[in-house]
Nanobody, 120 residues
Framework: QVQLVESGGGLVQAGESLTLSCVAS????????MNWYRQAPGNPRELVAG???????SFADSVKGRFTISKNIARDTVFLQMSSLKPEDTAVYYC??????????????WGQGTLVTVSS
């Protein structure tokens, strides 16, 4: 089973930037899509950004133009670069992927989360 470990969260002021990292316990990025989700208090978990195994990226409308997702396959790391942060970006950010366990079945893998707090 693969494990995902996020880091890079912290307290920043509105308008500042922050980069989150997610390291996998084994090499999966060349074959698996990776996602970043976030969950603010009282809100459901929402998809923020994704990067496919082929490198195609996608973003939630709320972060388009401000967030970038990238990966370093050699380092088994996916990054979420966040700029022009807003107080509404405050949330716990989670790294996520799905791993095939058989021809027909996949399991979801989540990191433990890293807290991002943006002050106004």
């Amino acid at each position: 089973q693969v494990q995902l470990v996020e880091s890079g969260g912290g307290l920043v002021q509105a308008g500042e930037s922050l980069t989150l990292s997610c390291v996998a316990s084994r090499s999966i990025f060349s074959r698996n899509d990776m996602n970043w989700y976030r969950q603010a208090p009282g809100n459901p978990r929402e998809l923020v950004a994704g990067i496919t195994s082929g490198g195609r990226t996608s973003f939630a409308d709320s972060v388009k133009g401000r967030f970038t997702i990238s990966k370093n396959i050699a380092r088994d790391t996916v990054f979420l670069q966040m700029s022009s942060l807003k107080p509404e970006d405050t949330a716990v950010y989670y790294c996520h992927t799905k791993i095939a366990v058989s021809i027909e079945a996949t399991v979801e893998v989540w990191g433990q989360g890293t807290l991002v707090t943006v002050s106004s």
